[in-house]
């Protein structure tokens, strides 16, 4: 029996976005094919830009011929990743989140005038490799320290959840206009003990206890907010003073596209104009370095950040109703 829950949203959430949230499969048999990992693993092909130094960044249209396999490999994996384990509804919205991805990768593939502007400004930016791979390493220790918080607030919310399973089994991303949240697949047992277990543990729906938890996942949503538009501005900052406009302002595009609906469903709020990142951009951390990753490492980029500000979201909407972890 599948049970029906709706959660409205007010228009003065945070943000005025579709509604993400992660709903976990649970059934009488348990997909073993619809975990994080395997959607982590359609991303490894894709890595392949950076496997080695060699490798780091094409510049040449033989070796771009010899990747691409590899990443429409990756590309379709997560289509059938999609396909198998999200509804309709689900689906839609992670396409929506990827069609930039997507997009960049085919057009990059394909010959054209994208292919030719990519080869053409890739010689200075593998040029400027090293002085990137600085804001790489700073974002990736950002992105880790996230991770490991809403692990550890994760691990003491599953502690006492009647669905332990729930939390090494997210299935997908599941969103509506409306701002309604459909759990399916969850069984009228499993639904009704829940809700016992709400009753006989009131102090967990405490204000105060939820405030904090609201503040401290806004706190969170506005780290991986912060640090992914520092990513961005950085990286056009250092293309330009050691490629020139017209490399930076391709930079530019390219990762816009690549990021574009990420940031207008989730982090609108959190701009380099909003004042709300100002440590995030001082000039010294701007001038520090630039990750410019390769196409491959930017999708990989793209679902790591999705997923934080995901899991970061639904904590801040469903706290004490969340109950999995998504990096």
Not at 143 to 150: E, F, N, P
Not at 194 to 217: F, G, L, M, V, W
């Amino acid at each position: 029996m599948r049970i029906r829950r709706s959660v409205n949203i007010s228009n003065g959430s945070v943000f005025h976005l579709v509604l993400v949230t992660m709903a976990a499969l649970v059934r009488q048999v348990l997909s073993e094919d619809c975990g994080q990992e395997e959607l982590v693993q359609c991303t490894r092909p894709l890595q392949v830009l950076s496997a080695t130094s060699e490798l780091s960044f094409v510049t040449k249209k033989e070796e771009l011929d010899k990747l691409c396999p590899d990443l429409h490999t990756g590309l379709h994996c997560i289509r059938s990743y999609t396909r198998r384990c999200m509804n309709i509804h689900q689906r839609d919205h992670f396409n929506k989140l990827y069609h930039g991805t997507n997009e960049v990768i085919h057009e990059l593939c394909e010959e054209g005038p994208y292919q030719e502007d990519f080869l053409r400004h890739a010689p200075c930016m593998r040029h400027v490799k090293k002085d990137y791979e600085v804001c790489a390493a700073r974002y990736q220790s950002t992105m880790a320290k996230i991770g490991q918080s809403v692990a550890a607030t994760t691990t003491t919310t599953v502690a006492s959840s009647v669905y332990p399973t729930m939390a090494t089994h997210p299935a997908a991303v599941l969103s509506s206009g409306s701002g309604q949240y459909h759990s399916g697949d969850m069984s009228q047992h499993q639904h009704q003990h829940h809700h016992r277990q709400q009753h006989e543990h009131p102090a967990r729906s405490h204000p105060n206890s939820t405030k904090s938890i609201e503040d401290a996942e806004e706190e969170r949503l506005k780290t991986v907010c912060c640090a992914f538009q520092k990513y961005m501005q950085c990286s056009e900052f250092t293309v330009r003073h050691a490629c020139g406009d017209e490399t930076a302002l391709f930079t530019r595009k390219f990762l816009d596209k690549m990021s574009n609906t990420l940031m207008r469903m989730h982090c609108v709020d959190y701009t380099p104009e909003s004042g709300k990142c100002r440590d995030y951009f001082s000039s010294s951390a701007t001038r520090s370095g630039l990750v410019w990753w390769s196409s491959s490492n930017m999708v990989t980029l793209t679902i790591v950040t999705v997923l934080a500000v995901v899991n970061a979201r639904l904590m801040q909407l469903y706290p004490g109703q969340w109950l999995g972890t998504l990096i």
